[in-house]
């Protein structure tokens, strides 16, 4: 089994520091104010449907927009960035008629975060850079019924998800990512099939990189969507070795504190946590300050419970770079020393 030159240079990094990884796209996309054209490109002119807001594909028509992103925010600090890829599945893209586009948007997500990383890793060779290829929920869920008078139905089957899976991930490895980030998780089962497409791409490409798991508590219940408690969550996917396991999304830093002291509780691998800027105001959008969400994660690192931090919906490269420098002096999360019989 052959690994990545990066999985050695990963852990070394990891080992050494907490570890930043950047923060929305969405968010940044949005400042753009692109328009129906701007998705459309070239290759997508005479397309039936309305494409504005399919996020993902702009990786194909708007290279310069995703590549700016991310070089944002390695030059706040990251030290992973993440592909433009969170819903580069064509279960996702069958609400916009594009699954035959799966395999190049995930390709060439990839590769632009990958030069980017090459880039910033070049200028600073003490500070290697890492891709993530992100692997989103998708809009559909394994555990749960969408009809309420049908509670047996599903919309989707596990063979379904598997299979969307392991296209996005077989592309985002030949695009040259370095970490499989399995993000978003509001449906376990989701998250194991996931999984299991991920174990047989590796198998069939006889490769393996190191995984990120990170799910998400969707209210005070402290469950996920599908019902599990966090220690439920965790000792469901422990069995594919992480290189981390954290929280993401739908909480803000504060409500997230929690979840990320359980985390280090029962964890026998590192800890990720990228809080939201807060919960969404009236308008939707986000409110919390870098310097606020920062002093939070900040108590979290110097309590060493964490070992990589970053910012999910409505952070940006500002929260990312307070982020960096309030934690760069910090130790990570000491991984647990495990009895042997």
Excluded at 171 to 184: P, S
Excluded at 290 to 303: D, K, L, R, S, T
Excluded at 306 to 311: V, Y
């Amino acid at each position: 089994m052959k690994h990545l030159s990066s999985y050695k240079s990963l852990e070394n990094a990891a080992n050494q520091r907490i570890l930043i990884i950047d923060g929305a796209m969405g968010t940044m996309i949005q400042r753009y104010n692109l328009t129906e054209q701007d998705f459309r490109g070239e290759r997508f002119t005479a397309h039936s449907g309305d494409l504005k807001g399919n996020n993902d594909l702009l990786s194909i028509t708007r290279p310069d927009v995703i590549g700016a992103i991310h070089r944002e925010y390695l030059a706040a600090g990251a030290d992973i960035i993440e592909t433009n890829t969170f819903s580069g599945t064509k279960i996702a893209q069958a609400d916009y008629h594009l699954e035959e586009a799966v395999y190049d948007i995930n390709f060439y997500s990839a590769k632009i975060a990958r030069e980017a990383a090459e880039e910033y890793t070049a200028k600073t060779p003490d500070k290697p850079r890492f891709v993530a290829g992100a692997v989103g929920p998708t809009n559909r869920t394994l555990s749960l019924s969408p009809d309420v008078n049908n509670p047996g139905y599903r919309a989707v089957t596990f063979d379904e998800v598997k299979s969307a899976y392991a296209e996005q991930v077989a592309a985002l490895i030949d695009g040259g990512v370095d970490i499989i980030l399995i993000e978003t998780i509001f449906d376990t089962l989701n998250a194991k099939a996931a999984i299991f497409a991920t174990k047989e791409v590796f198998k069939e490409k006889e490769i393996e990189l190191p995984i990120m798991i990170s799910g998400t508590i969707t209210d005070a219940s402290g469950r996920t969507l599908s019902g599990q408690t966090l220690e439920a969550f965790y000792i469901s996917i422990a069995h594919a070795k992480p290189f981390s396991v954290g929280i993401n999304c739908a909480l803000g830093a504060e409500d997230m504190r929690s979840h990320i002291e359980e985390l280090n509780r029962i964890s026998t691998c590192r800890v990720s946590c990228y809080p939201n800027a807060g919960l969404p105001n009236a308008f939707g959008g986000y409110d919390e300050t870098p310097e606020h969400m920062c002093h939070i994660v900040e108590e979290w690192a110097q309590n060493g419970w964490i070992n990589i931090a970053g910012g999910c919906c409505g952070t940006t490269p500002e929260h990312i770079q307070h982020m960096n420098s309030h934690l760069a002096k910090l130790s990570p999360r000491p991984l647990p020393q495990l009895l042997q019989n």
